[in-house]
Antibody
Framework: EVQLVESGGGLVQPGGSLRLSCAAS????????MSWVRQAPGKGLEWVSA????????YYADSVKGRFTISRDNSKNTLYLQMNSLRAEDTAVYYC??????????????????WGQGTLVTVSS | EIVLTQSPATLSLSPGERATLSCRAS??????LAWYQQKPGQAPRLLIY???NRATGIPARFSGSGSGTDFTLTISSLEPEDFAVYYC????????FGPGTKVDIK
């Protein structure tokens, strides 16, 4: 059974940093691209970032480029999102999601068949 | 960026009725259009991908159609568990989602 479990969310001040983790199980982690998708309270879904199965290719939404860094450790079956220079508008539930199609979603053109339960990030003073 | 527009914003129907949800893209996405269902407090669930393919375990009452810029999600006969928010998503270029259609109980 595929499982994705996020952790690392919490309350952080504007300008601060946070690192999210997503522990994966039930599939061959290195064979699939992974993404982070966020949802602000009461709002819709926004794709944030994606990474290829090998970790060699990464993609970012314009809203987070230069502030967020996606990475993965295939030996630990874990996906990460390092978030720096956080802003109030980054407040959201952050989901990790597995790509349906395989190790690559070129240019960030991904498709999500499994999602974690999400972790809440609140940016506020 | 490809902008997706969904209509209507809210659809009020009774169990057993047919639901028809629309998604329109600002430019052609070929068939690279997916539909997700989200219930309160839960993660989204993939229903349909590549316009018309049901994801694993999705009941046959859910069907998708369309290509290019106009797409439709149809729920043939609403079950109580189908009342939720539905999002479309394109992967022709960098992922974008539509704003969602809420299907609520009339």
């Amino acid at each position: 059974e595929v499982q994705l479990v996020e952790s690392g969310g919490g309350l952080v001040q504007p300008g601060g940093s946070l690192r999210l983790s997503c522990a994966a199980s039930g599939f061959t982690f290195s064979s699939y691209a992974m993404s982070w998708v966020r949802q602000a309270p009461g709002k819709g879904l926004e794709w944030v970032s994606a990474i290829s199965g090998s970790g060699g290719s990464t993609y970012y939404a314009d809203s987070v480029k230069g502030r967020f860094t996606i990475s993965r450790d295939n030996s630990k079956n874990t996906l990460y999102l390092q978030m720096n220079s956080l802003r109030a508008e980054d407040t959201a539930v952050y989901y990790c999601a597995k790509d349906l199609t395989g190790a690559h979603c070129s240019g960030g053109s991904c498709l999500f068949d499994y999602w974690g339960q999400g972790t809440l990030v609140t940016v506020s003073s | 960026e490809i902008v997706l527009t969904q209509s209507p914003a809210t659809l009020s129907l009774s169990p057993g009725e047919r639901a028809t949800l629309s998604c329109r893209a600002s430019q052609s996405v070929s068939s690279y259009l997916a539909w997700y269902q989200q219930k309160p407090g839960q993660a989204p669930r993939l229903l349909i991908y590549d316009a018309s393919n049901r994801a694993t375990g999705i009941p046959a009452r859910f069907s998708g159609s369309g290509s290019g810029t106009d797409f439709t999600l149809t729920i043939s006969s609403l079950e109580p568990e189908d009342f939720a928010v539905y999002y479309c998503q394109q992967r022709s270029k960098r992922v974008t989602f539509g704003p969602g259609t809420k299907v609520d109980i009339k």
